[in-house]
């Protein structure tokens, strides 16, 4: 009865991971990576009216891109120990982010919009992505 009650509160975590797997974890936490910079960037624009009639921004992306990206990257290192492929959602999303950011360029529509906004919301997800390697365990 010892013994059983011991093995479970401790907690064991597979490091034994092949390849294959560790390839399929990143590609899902890269998929979501690239959701997330979508939806993050079409709600950017959210606006709240007020009863008077009166708009605010409201742009919650910008924590949800911190927050979101920080799960993702604390996610990749259960994954991998290697230095730059804990980073594969963020560079995932980075790259996702430019490709919104020229889509002007290709067919013509401003996904992105040219104001603080936009910079705060890079800047919240690249920190996100960052925070959990420069805080560590």
Request: proline share 4%; no cysteine; hydrophobic share 55%.
């Amino acid at each position: 009865m010892a013994e059983s009650k011991q093995v479970r509160n401790k907690s064991f975590i597979h490091r034994n991971l092949g390849k294959g797997e560790v390839f399929g974890g990143l590609f899902w936490l890269s998929l979501g990576a690239l959701i997330s910079v979508l939806l993050e960037v079409i709600y950017l624009g959210t606006r709240i009216t007020l009863p008077g009639g009166t708009s605010l921004a409201f742009p919650y992306t910008i924590a949800i891109a911190f927050l979101f990206n920080m799960v993702l990257t604390r996610t990749s290192m259960l994954w991998t120990d290697h230095w730059l492929a804990k980073f594969t959602p963020l560079t995932v999303w980075i790259l996702g982010f430019m490709a919104l950011l020229v889509w002007t360029v290709v067919a013509g529509d401003q996904l992105i919009p040219n104001n603080i906004r936009t910079v705060l919301l890079l800047f919240a997800g690249f920190s996100g992505g960052i925070w959990p390697a420069v805080k560590g365990k």
